[in-house]
């Protein structure tokens, strides 16, 4: 079982940086792919990006690709989405999960555990 704390949303301003953390309590953590996902309001829980056990491969979303980056300390047991000129359609709950498996999904039903989730709003 792995529990997954995700930390560091708030309210910015268009344009503004935020880091999320993502810690796990397993010290295996490092044996799980991860992933972030986000869901704003009427709509359906969709992939941010992901990265491997290693850390050598990461994925993103066609719509952050260049704006957010994924990372990993295994040590720390701890993942984290960086995210750089942000805009209001990037409001949303954003999710930590953890996959078992060896290879980035961008599904939802790949990763067996979730965080409470962390809101980020960003104005215009």
């Known amino acids: 079982q792995v529990q997954l704390v995700e930390s560091g949303g708030g309210l910015v301003q268009a344009g503004d940086s935020l880091r999320l953390s993502c810690v796990a309590s397993?010290?295996?953590?490092?044996?799980?792919?991860m992933g972030w996902f986000r869901q704003a309001p009427g709509k359906e829980r969709e992939f941010v990006a992901g990265?491997?056990?290693?850390?050598?491969?990461?994925s993103y979303a066609d719509s952050v690709k260049g704006r957010f980056t994924i990372s990993r300390d295994n040590a720390k047991n701890t993942v984290y989405l960086q995210m750089t000129s942000l805009k209001p359609e990037d409001t949303a709950v954003y999710y930590c999960?953890?996959?078992?498996?060896?290879?980035?999904?961008?599904?939802?039903?790949?990763?067996?555990?979730w965080g409470q989730g962390t809101q980020v709003t960003v104005s215009s």
């Open positions: 999960a953890a996959n078992p498996g060896v290879l980035i999904t961008t599904r939802p039903a790949g990763y067996d555990y």
């Open positions: 397993a010290r295996t953590s490092s044996r799980y792919v």
């Open positions: 990265i491997t056990r290693s850390g050598g491969g990461t």
